[in-house]
C-alpha cells in the first residue's frame, strides 16, 4: 500500500514517480505507482536467482520516469526447472506451478483418493498458505496488514479478495483446479464422497454399530455373520479355470515345453464391496483363504470362527483381529495399529492375517521375498559354494545340517516344522531317526532361514552380502510358488510320490493318490482332499490351499502358475493366476463361462512383479498345540529371499 499523496490532501490524485493526475480513486493510483516498480524489482531477484550476480554485488535499478514506463518491455528469464522463457516478472507465479504439480503428483502416488477427503482437505491448506506468501512476498509489509499498518479496514478486505482472486488465477492458468470426483455416489447419488463414507450406505451403518467394547470369542461368535462371495453358475472356480486353461495350452511341439499348476477346488472370490473399496483388500483375501481351509482342510473347521464352517465379514474379521492381539498375537503389528481396527478403515497386511489365523491354532507362516541385505546372510557365497561342490547342485548358504554338520547343505534341504530352526540334508532326512523331529518341509535354494529373534542366521558361512533387483525377487518369488503347487511333499500335499513336482503334469502318471492314501491310513491319520490331475493334460488341481501374496499398498490371492520352457535352453518362464479383490466377481462369473477375457483378469506375468519386496502367506497342514502357539504369537518370516 501507498502512503497519501500530497496532492491527494489538496483534492487531486497524483503519482509520485512521473506526476500524472487524472486518477479516480486511490486503488488507481496504487495500482499505478506499483507498475513503476514491479519489472525491475522482479528482473533483478530473477537474475539473482539465476546467478549474474553476487549477493555483494552493487545492483543499479533505472527507472523510466516516463507515461508510457507501465508498457515497456520486461526482462526474460529462463525458468531454472525447465528452461522455458518467460517474463520476470511471471518466474515467481512459475515456480509456484512447478511447486503444485509435484505435489499432486505426490498426492497421487500417495493415494490420496484411497485416504478420503481429510488429506484433500490438508491439501488445499497448504496451496492457500503458499498463495498467502507469494502474496506477502510482493506486497511486502502491506500484504494482509489490519489498522495498525496505516490501511483502512476496506483496504484490507480489498486485498483479501485480490489475494483469493490471484490464487484462482494462478491454478486455472496452469490446470491446477481442485478436480472434483468425477459421478456421484453409488448410495445416495450425491457429489463429492464415495459410497464407504456414504452415511446412507446401510453396511457402513451396521458396521459402525456392531463394533465391539470387548471383542471376546464368544460375543464374536455371535454377533458375526457370513460374508457374500462371488457365486459361479458351474463346478466351481478352479474347475472352471482348469478348463479354460487346457482349452487355451498349446497344442503339439510348441504345447510340450508348457504346463499349469493350480490350487485345490472349493476356492471363492470375495470381491470388494462398497462399503470396503479402497481399504479392505487385506480381509477380503483373508475370507478368501479361510473359506477355501474350510473346503480342503478338515481340522481347519472346527477352528475358524468359532466353529461357524464360513468366513464372516469384515467387521467380524475386525473384530477377531483384536481378539488375536488381546491374546498377545503379533504385539508389534497391534502397537502399530494401535490395537484397534474396529469401526476403521485401517489398512492390514500379512503379518495381521498371519496373526488372526494364528489364534485360531493354524500354523500360518510367512515368507519374506526382496527381504534386507543384512536379513540374506550369506546368500552372496552361493555361487561359490557351488562351484566348490562340482556340480549343479541346489546350494543353501549359511545353512548346516543338524544331524552330520555339512554346511552349507547342498542338495534338497528339509526344515522341521515341529523344532524350531533345525534342518536335514536329504541323506539325513531318509534316516530312521529323522521321524521324531518331523514333519519337515523341503524348502528352496536361495531362502535364508530366520531366527527366533528375527535376524537371518549366517551361520556356517561367511562373505558379502548383497541385495536383490525387483527382477531377481520376482524369479525368486514366481519360483517358489510354481515349487508350492507342485511340491510332492507328503507333510504338504497328498500325491503319488515324492519328488521335485514334475510327475503328473502332463504325462497323467500317478494322479490318484493311492500310495499316498494308503500310506496315510497305514500311519492312522485322516485321509486329505486326493489331488485331482486331468490325464494326459498339462493342468494339474493340487491339494494345496490357496496362498496370500502381499506387496507394499495391494494384497491379492494366488491360486495357481503357469510355466513355459522357452527356447533351445528351456528357459522357463511362469505367469501368477491369481484372484484381485478389484475385480468384480460378475465379470470373473461371466469370463470363466464364456472361456473368454479371463486371461485379463487372472494372469500376471513377471513384468507386472516391480515391487522390490513381496509376502506370501501359507497355512501348513495341522493344528498348533500349547507350546507352538506360544512360538507362534511373534510373526517373524520363516524363509526370506
Known amino acids: 500500500m501507498v502512503a497519501p499523496l500530497a496532492g491527494e490532501a489538496q483534492g487531486g490524485l497524483a503519482c509520485c514517480v512521473c506526476s500524472r493526475t487524472g486518477f479516480g480513486s486511490a486503488l488507481d493510483l496504487e495500482a499505478h505507482v506499483n507498475a513503476h516498480f514491479d519489472d525491475s524489482t522482479a528482473a533483478a531477484a530473477a537474475a539473482a536467482a539465476a546467478g549474474g550476480f553476487d549477493d555483494d554485488d552493487e545492483v543499479q535499478i533505472v527507472e523510466?520516469?516516463?507515461?508510457?514506463?507501465?508498457?515497456a518491455p520486461t526482462a526474460s528469464v529462463p525458468?531454472?526447472?525447465?528452461?522455458?522463457?518467460?517474463a520476470a516478472h511471471d518466474l515467481d507465479s512459475h515456480l509456484l506451478a512447478h511447486q503444485l504439480e509435484q505435489e499432486e503428483l505426490q498426492q497421487l502416488e500417495a493415494g490420496v483418493g484411497e485416504r478420503g477427503a481429510a488429506a484433500a482437505a490438508a491439501q488445499e491448506e497448504q496451496d492457500a498458505a503458499a498463495a498467502a506468501a507469494l502474496a506477502a512476498a510482493e506486497w511486502g509489509d502491506d500484504a494482509g496488514a489490519g489498522a495498525g499498518?496505516?490501511?483502512?479496514?476496506?483496504?484490507?478486505?480489498?486485498a483479501a479478495a485480490l489475494e483469493d482472486a490471484y490464487f484462482q488465477e494462478l491454478r486455472a492458468k496452469y490446470g491446477f483446479e481442485a478436480a472434483p470426483r468425477q459421478g456421484a455416489c453409488r448410495v445416495c447419488q450425491q457429489q463429492e464422497?464415495?459410497?464407504?463414507?456414504?452415511?446412507?450406505?446401510?453396511?457402513?451403518v451396521t458396521a459402525a454399530a456392531r463394533v465391539l467394547a470387548a471383542p471376546t470369542?464368544?460375543?464374536?461368535?455371535?454377533?458375526?455373520?457370513?460374508a457374500r462371495g462371488t457365486r459361479l453358475a458351474g463346478p466351481g472356480l478352479v474347475q472352471m479355470l482348469a478348463g479354460c486353461l487346457e482349452a487355451a495350452a498349446p497344442h503339439g511341439a510348441a504345447g510340450a515345453g508348457y504346463a499349469a499348476a493350480l490350487c485345490a477346488p472349493g476356492v471363492q472370490h470375495f470381491p470388494s464391496t462398497l462399503f470396503c473399496s479402497g481399504w479392505g483388500c487385506g480381509y477380503n483375501n483373508i475370507q478368501t483363504l479361510t473359506t477355501h481351509l474350510l473346503a480342503v482342510r478338515p481340522e481347519a473347521g472346527q477352528a475358524l470362527f468359532g466353529g461357524a464352517g464360513w468366513a464372516p465379514d469384515i467387521p467380524a474379521l475386525q473384530a477377531w483381529l483384536e481378539a488375536a492381539w488381546q491374546a498377545g498375537y503379533d504385539p508389534e503389528g497391534a502397537e502399530q495399529l494401535e490395537r484397534r481396527v474396529?469401526?476403521?478403515?485401517?489398512?492390514?497386511?500379512t503379518t495381521e492375517a498371519a496373526a488372526l489365523l494364528r489364534h485360531f491354532g493354524l500354523r500360518a507362516q510367512v515368507v519374506d521375498f526382496g527381504a534386507p541385505n543384512v536379513l540374506r546372510g550369506a546368500a552372496?557365497?552361493?555361487a561359490a559354494a557351488a562351484a566348490a561342490g562340482g556340480g549343479t547342485q541346489p546350494v543353501h548358504p549359511g545353512v548346516e545340517c543338524d544331524a552330520c554338520g555339512q554346511c552349507p547343505i547342498r542338495g534338497d534341504r528339509f526344515k522341521s516344522e515341529s523344532r524350531p530352526e533345525y534342518d536335514f540334508c536329504a541323506v539325513c532326512h531318509t534316516a530312521p531317526a529323522a521321524a521324531a523331529v518331523g514333519p519337515f518341509r523341503r524348502m528352496m535354494p536361495g531362502a535364508v532361514m530366520t531366527a527366533s529373534g528375527g535376524g537371518g542366521d549366517?551361520?556356517?558361512?561367511?562373505?558379502?552380502?548383497?541385495?536383490?533387483?525387483?527382477?531377481?525377487?520376482?524369479?525368486?518369488?514366481?519360483?517358489?510358488?510354481?515349487r508350492y503347487f507342485t511340491s510332492e511333499d507328503t507333510a504338504e500335499q497328498p500325491s503319488s510320490s515324492a519328488g521335485d513336482g514334475g510327475a503328473g503334469i502332463g504325462d497323467g502318471g500317478g494322479c490318484d493318490g493311492t500310495a499316498a492314501a494308503a500310506a496315510t491310513a497305514a500311519a492312522g491319520a485322516p485321509p486329505a482332499p486326493k489331488r485331482l490331475c486331468l490325464r494326459q493334460s498339462p493342468v494339474r488341481v493340487s491339494g494345496k490351499p490357496a496362498l496370500y501374496f502381499q506387496h507394499e499398498g495391494h494384497s491379492r490371492t494366488i491360486i495357481g502358475i503357469e510355466r513355459r520352457l522357452l527356447g533351445p535352453e528351456r528357459q522357463p518362464q511362469y505367469t501368477l493366476l491369481v484372484l484381485d479383490p478389484g475385480m468384480p466377481g460378475a465379470a470373473l462369473a461371466a469370463a470363466l463361462a464364456q472361456r473368454s477375457g479371463w486371461q485379463r483378469l487372472l494372469k500376471r506375468g513377471p513384468h507386472t512383479l516391480r515391487h522390490g519386496q513381496y509376502q506370501l502367506l501359507y497355512v501348513a497342514p495341522g493344528l498348533a498345540g500349547p507350546d507352538e502357539r506360544q512360538r507362534l504369537k511373534r510373526v517373524v518370516a520363516v524363509e526370506r529371499y
Not at 516516463?66 to 508498457?71: F, K, N, T, V, Y
Not at 464422497?193 to 457402513?204: G, K, L, M, S
Not at 470369542?217 to 457370513?226: D, F, G, L, T, V
Not at 474396529?342 to 497386511?349: D, F, L, R, V
Request: include cysteine; aromatic fraction near 4%.
Open 149 to 158: 499498518g496505516g490501511s483502512s479496514e476496506d483496504d484490507a478486505v480489498h
Open 79 to 86: 525458468c531454472p526447472q525447465c528452461g522455458t522463457q518467460l
Open 217 to 226: 470369542p464368544a460375543a464374536i461368535a455371535a454377533s458375526q455373520q457370513q
Open 193 to 204: 464422497h464415495w459410497a464407504r463414507e456414504c452415511p446412507q450406505n446401510p453396511d457402513v
Open 342 to 349: 474396529q469401526g476403521t478403515q485401517k489398512w492390514i497386511g
Open 458 to 482: 549366517q551361520g556356517c558361512s561367511s562373505g558379502q552380502q548383497g541385495g536383490a533387483s525387483a527382477e531377481s525377487v520376482a524369479r525368486q518369488l514366481l519360483q517358489w510358488v510354481w
Open 64 to 71: 523510466d520516469t516516463g507515461p508510457e514506463a507501465s508498457s
Open 380 to 382: 552372496g557365497t552361493a
